[in-house]
């Protein structure tokens, strides 16, 4: 019984930071872009599965693993071209590539709309064979990327190109004055952030074994949910700070969604539950403002 | 070092809201030129100088930088030579980033950005002795975020990034108008102290007219477009501020001093 218990807290970890790729993704282009970028729910099951697709089809796991990524990527590139080139605004732009990629992500998976990895070599049964136990197999390459990931992206948004990414989103006319093109660093960002995306996808549907159409749906509000976690609970002083926030705050999603599904709400309702999370922690500085009058009218 | 021919731009082209906001302006400057710009609302010095940093492609004209045509380039690539204070102390530093990842981004304007680590500890110290040229203590707080300092702070870290790397051109908009008395006199000390030491050309638009007659070595007064009048060395010495608002007054017909000019004085 209590095996069974740590069991379920185990599977909150390992999707929090297999999920936790996604979210440092949405990072990108919802906290350092400024851009409310849909294409997530698209590039999450097509890097999902593009992953799926090449492993059935006999191709080593990494290499897969690898394609979700540069999957994502064209995903997101597609979208900054939409919004740059096009001229179409950004949630339009997100919406439309979200629709483009469900007919896209069919088309990989052969028509299908789910397809089975089950007892097919992956990622993690690959890594299984270089001793690692097995019950920490998920956890040790989830981390892995992850700490890889967060390095990468603390270094990146350090350098010359990443302040200017950085800017775009905070101070588009300022950091325009000072040279950048800021179609390109947009382009950039939403690339990044859904090759991220991408890859988070090809990881989840290894993990799960499968990968379907529908995985994506709702992925850009979980990450949102998540970010926002983690900015209340850890903080977001510094970029290190808030890259661990991110990662940390999908973690406590997952283990959230996991308590409410321990005392009894249906897996059906779990998005309801997303949305109406995003929704509270949204109206949390409004309502902070309006329930204690004496406070706020000292200000 | 700038030379304006014939700029021609309207606004809402076509429909009853169609307005001409400069009209067949030309203007040149020689290098080192400090010019004061006045004149009432909606004369059209704003969209002058945001057509000269290219914010948007004049209908008709010549822009011509230090020999080079720039009408045709978009604002980010004009903008290796021109430096920019807005009025709006908010418009010109990026709020959520510090003031060292600021001047990082300044020093960069008008060379290639790579994927380089922005700042180095030579850096810090370059940024450090700069910061300090500007008395406000702001070199002991490089990874302060620029959003907790005040308006006149901003603009002063506004205007040494402007001027970070010394532009062909400074476009000055109204940069003190939105300061306080005290801190906007001190940004514009800081503006004319970094202009003669770098011997920048420089475009200043103001509401104040003892800064415009006193300030630089030319003043401009516009009006619905056009350059009404242009006051250089001599003749700028012997015009009160009397004699300028009337001759605006016979110029244009209309009376420029507002409430806004009054109080200015």
């Known amino acids: 019984m209590i095996n069974l218990t740590a069991s379920i807290w185990v599977g909150a970890l390992e999707q929090g930071l297999l999920y936790g790729v996604m979210v440092l993704g949405v990072y990108i282009t919802f906290r350092v872009l400024d851009f409310p970028d849909l294409t997530v729910d698209g590039s999450f099951t097509l890097g999902g599965a593009v992953a799926a697709r090449l492993i059935y089809s006999g191709y080593s796991p990494w290499l897969a693993t690898f394609m979700g990524l540069a999957a994502g990527l064209i995903a997101g590139l597609c979208t900054g071209l939409l919004h740059t080139k096009v001229r179409i605004a950004p949630l339009l732009a997100g919406i439309l590539m979200m629709i483009a990629l469900y007919s896209i992500n069919l088309r990989v998976m052969g028509g299908k709309s789910m397809l ?175 329930l204690p009058a004496g406070k706020a009218s000292e200000r | ?88 102390p908010m418009m010109g530093t990026a709020a959520s980033m510090t003031i060292e990842e600021n001047l990082a981004m300044a020093v960069k304007r008008g060379s290639r950005r790579c994927l380089r680590r922005a700042i180095s500890s030579q850096d810090r110290v370059f940024f450090s002795e700069q910061l300090s040229l500007l008395g406000l203590g702001l070199e002991n707080r490089l990874s302060t975020r620029v959003g907790l300092l005040s308006g006149g702070q901003r603009q002063a870290l506004t205007l040494l990034m402007a001027t970070l790397v010394p532009p062909k051109l400074l476009l000055l908009d109204e940069h003190i108008a939105s300061l306080d008395p005290g801190t906007a006199q001190i940004v514009l000390d800081l503006t004319q102290k970094i202009v003669s030491k770098e011997k920048l050309t420089t475009l200043m638009v103001t509401h104040n007219m003892e800064d415009a007659l006193s300030i630089g070595n030319r003043t401009i007064m516009m009006h619905e477009g056009q350059i009404i009048l242009d006051l250089t060395d001599k003749q700028r010495k012997n015009m009160s501020i009397t004699d300028l608002l009337d001759m605006f007054k016979n110029a244009s017909g209309v009376s420029m001093a507002n409430d806004r000019m009054l109080l200015a004085n």
């Open chain 1, 116 to 290: 089975s990895l089950l007892r097919i070599d992956t990622v993690f049964t690959d890594i299984t064979l270089l001793g690692i136990p097995k019950q920490l197999v998920v956890i040790t390459l989830g981390l892995a990327f992850i700490i890889v990931i967060c390095y990468l992206m603390f270094v990146f948004l350090q350098t010359e190109v990443g302040l200017a990414l950085r800017a775009t989103g905070d101070n588009e006319q300022m950091i325009r004055s000072l040279g950048v093109n800021t179609h390109y660093s947009k382009v950039v960002g939403l690339s990044l952030g859904n090759g991220l995306v991408g890859l988070s996808g090809a990881l989840v549907a290894q993990y799960q074994s499968f990968s379907d159409a529908g995985m994506g749906i709702g992925m850009i509000v979980v990450g949102l949910a998540s970010v926002i976690m983690g900015e209340v609970v850890i903080g977001n002083k510094t970029l290190r700070r808030t890259l661990i926030a991110v990662v940390i705050g999908s973690i406590i999603y997952r283990i959230v969604i996991t308590f409410v599904m321990r005392i009894g709400l249906p897996a059906t309702d779990l998005k309801l539950f997303t949305a109406v999370l995003v929704i509270l922690a949204m109206a949390m500085p409004i309502v902070k403002e309006k």
């Open chain 2, 1 to 88: 070092m700038l030379s304006l021919q014939g700029l021609k731009k309207t606004f809402n082209p076509g429909s009853i809201n169609a307005k001409i906001a400069l009209n067949e302006l030309s203007l040149e400057l020689k290098p080192g030129d400090f010019v004061c710009i006045i004149g009432g609302n909606g004369a059209g010095k704003s969209t002058l100088l945001n057509s000269i940093a290219g914010a948007f492609p004049v209908d008709r004209g010549k822009i011509v930088i230090d020999g080079q045509n720039v009408e045709n380039q978009p604002e980010y690539a004009r903008a290796s030579f021109i430096g920019r204070v807005f009025q709006d």
